[in-house]
């Protein structure tokens, strides 16, 4: 089963945004200060995504300093209702978050959207991966299924999301291209990415569906093999990970990072986040940071980056039902 929402979507939200790093004067400062509430826990996505992005603020210069809060819980229902109840105190932070934010406010694991948040912007994509410890005895997506065929309640598949989560929707997608029946895998869940990495270095799990960034660093350390990449074509950060494609599972994705600010920011403050972000695009610090994890480009502020979920809530829900996952 291929599912080509994410890389779709995100190229036409790219064409159709004309506003671009360019626009801005490199070397100008504009905001003072940015605090990064992070819904997961340490070596997650999320995470990632928040230390990087500041990490290129700080040093390009448009952002003075930056900050960082892992606040875990609910599926990234907690930090979202604290953004959403101390939104007066909290004109400074901006939120981290992905498609789990659709998939979970789908499935109602939190009962809030992403339309009760300021949208700020989409910044990246990242691929999803299957990866096994570098011990395993499984090299390939063909010895995970042979293994899963062997012994199906035996190969448990985790991830960093809640059942009916993307890490689960992505294995589940993965294993009906290969001819399997997606809601028989056995999967199980973790509060965030670090966790789960943890999981299967400890043997819990036979192999983890992940983000691709949060692998790459562990597979250059020689603990994990990365036996699978949902892209189209192999990623230049690591590009020794063979597809999903060349194997011959049908299965492409890509999931979208972003950023959202407490629901009662001003238009101006909500300008001026954007502005911070598009300015980075187009700086040698965002470069390094973007290519040593694989991301991909992408960026649509505002009301694009509102069109694009709203697009993806209908794709991605129709998915889910498909699967029976809702």
Known sequence: ?????????????????????????????VLDSIHFLIPGGAGGGWDGTARGTGEALTNAGIVGSASYENMSGGGGGVAIAYLIEN?????????????PIVIRSLTGVFPQSFRDLSLIAGTIGDY???VV???????????????YRADMSGTAIGGGS????????????????????????????????????AALLSGEISAL???FSEAVALAEAG????IGVTSDERVPAYDAAPTMQEQGIDTTFINWRGFFGAPTLSDEEIATYQEAIAKMYDTPEWEAVRS????????????DFRAFLEEQEKVIGDLMRELGFL
């Open 209 to 211: 569906s992940t983000g």
């Open 87 to 99: 939104a007066e105190s909290n004109h400074g932070t901006l939120m981290v978050n992905s498609t």
């Open 223 to 226: 603990e994990v093999k990365i």
């Open 1 to 29: 089963m291929t599912f080509k929402m994410g890389r779709r979507a995100l190229l036409a939200a790219v064409a159709a945004v004309s506003m671009s790093g360019s626009a801005f004067a490199a070397g100008h400062q």
């Open 128 to 130: 999803a991966a299957m």
């Open 133 to 147: 410890k570098a011990d395993s005895d499984i090299d390939d997506m063909a010895g995970l299924l042979d293994a």
């Open 292 to 303: 040593r994890n694989g991301w991909v480009n992408i960026h649509n502020p505002g009301d």
């Open 162 to 197: 809640v059942p009916g989560g993307m890490d689960h929707l992505v294995a589940a997608m993965a294993f009906q291209a290969a001819g399997e029946d997606p809601t028989a895998v056995k999967y199980i869940p973790y509060d965030a990415g670090g966790d789960a990495m």
